[in-house]
């Protein structure tokens, strides 16, 4: 099965900080990676899938890049409303796999 | 707009069978894959696995056997099933769809979750 690892496991950063979090697959995803974001007693939302592409409603500053095993995740301006938990997870093969979560909280 | 909700018990036996629907309004589950996914205290997701409308499903094998979906499309729901329980199995429960999404497959619509606490 295929691993995922997410760096680092916890950030503390401020609104208007440039954020960036990785996620590493144990082998070749090729660019199948989504990366989910969860607040505290909610549903993960997808945010962004075949490492790249942006969600329909999904604001302009997050985005992903990567492809292989190494992956990220970048907020360009924290807004308040993200500070939350986020997952990547591969889309190549079964079992889907989730990485072990990013929380990201305001410093 | 598709919405997903889990209904079932709270609280299972250890042992037993956990028994959840997932309803889905604002979209036939015809046509799509449908995933579990559940998500313990404080801890991370794991994907449980995914039904077809056509019936054909795969879970994962972490779960060494104890799995099993079904559908009823006429009710327009998807359910999961989880035998021989423990108290590591107490975990919010999602249903989502499993959405074809250029060449691959990701979870785009969730359910709010279900809590299953399994104690004696």
């Known amino acids: 099965d295929i691993q995922m690892t997410q760096s680092p496991s916890f950030v503390s950063a401020s609104v208007g900080d440039r954020v960036t979090i990785t996620c590493r697959a144990s082998?070749?995803?090729?660019?199948?990676l989504a990366w989910y974001q969860q607040k505290p007693g909610e549903a993960p939302k997808l945010l962004i899938y075949?490492?790249?592409t942006l969600q329909t409603g999904v604001p302009s500053r997050f985005s992903g890049s990567g492809s292989g095993t190494d992956f990220t995740l970048t907020i360009s301006s924290l807004q308040p409303e993200d500070f939350a938990t986020y997952y990547c997870?591969?889309?190549?093969?079964?079992?889907?796999?989730f990485g072990q979560g990013t929380r990201l909280e305001i410093k | 707009q598709v919405q997903l909700q889990e209904s079932g018990p709270g609280l299972v036996r250890p042992s037993e069978t956990l028994s959840l629907t997932c309803s889905v309004s604002?979209?036939?589950?015809?046509?799509?894959?449908w995933s579990w996914i559940r998500q313990p205290p404080g801890k991370g997701l794991e994907w449980l696995g995914y039904?077809?409308?056509?019936?054909?499903?795969k879970y994962n094998s972490a779960l060494g056997g104890r799995v099993g979906m079904s559908m009823d499309t006429a009710k327009n729901q998807f359910s999961l099933g989880l035998r021989s329980v423990t108290e590591a199995d107490t975990a919010v429960y999602y249903c989502?769809?499993?959405?074809?999404?250029?060449?691959?497959?990701?979870?785009?619509?969730w359910g709010q979750g279900a809590l299953v606490v399994v104690s004696s």
């Open positions: 989502a769809r499993d959405n074809q999404m250029g060449t691959e497959y990701y979870f785009d619509y």
């Open positions: 604002g979209v036939s589950i015809n046509n799509y894959y």
């Open positions: 039904i077809y409308f056509s019936g054909s499903s």
């Open positions: 082998q070749d995803i090729y660019r199948w």
């Open positions: 075949a490492s790249s």
């Open positions: 997870q591969q889309a190549n093969v079964f079992p889907r796999a």
